[in-house]
């Protein structure tokens, strides 16, 4: 838990949940303990033990659901930015006291909070869709790339033709890949929807 403190609060004033540390350490300050600010590191150290119990990898997002009082709640949601960041979390849901869990996740409590995780999956369609995403990405470099390199091409005097015009109708294929691509992910946007 001792290096999370300080990522965790690096994080806190990096988001602009909290204007500076002095408010999160009121220990040091005044002598007097923050008890949600405890409470809020319990609950970072519990996700932590949780994700290590269950042989979660760091950097594979979880989902997490809390059931908990409203003031719990709040205070979780304030710092919701951070967690997602320092826990790679891609979906939270929060819960009152009398409200029903979802039974597909590893439980922990800590005083009257219960925290469930589980890893997050994706759909087929989602995998998919970010495949196409990172192929565009992938696509669209190698173009800018092609067409500095033509740019290049065209001002030096001694420049072969017949490589030029290679280098063109390389060029025109990327084009043509790269409207493929995004006509396909854009139906998998649609498809997605429905």
Known sequence: ???????????????????????????????TKDYKMHL?????????????????????????????????????ESYENTLKQLFKIEKSSYFTANEILPSDFEFFTILDITIGI???????EEDILAQLERDLKSKSESLEYLRTTLMALSLNPLADPVKMSEKEAELETLKTEIQHLEIKIQKAKMAKKL
């Open 40 to 76: 809020l590191f319990d609950i970072l150290k519990g996700i932590v033990n949780k994700k290590a119990e269950l042989h979660l990898k760091k950097h594979l997002p979880i989902e997490l659901v809390i059931q908990a009082n409203s003031d719990i709640l709040h205070l979780l």
């Open 1 to 31: 838990m001792e290096p999370l403190i300080p990522e965790f609060m690096l994080m806190i004033e990096r988001n602009g949940e909290e204007k500076n540390f002095s408010n999160l350490l009121n220990v040091q300050i005044t002598g």
């Open 118 to 124: 589980k890893a997050f999956s994706i759909t087929k």
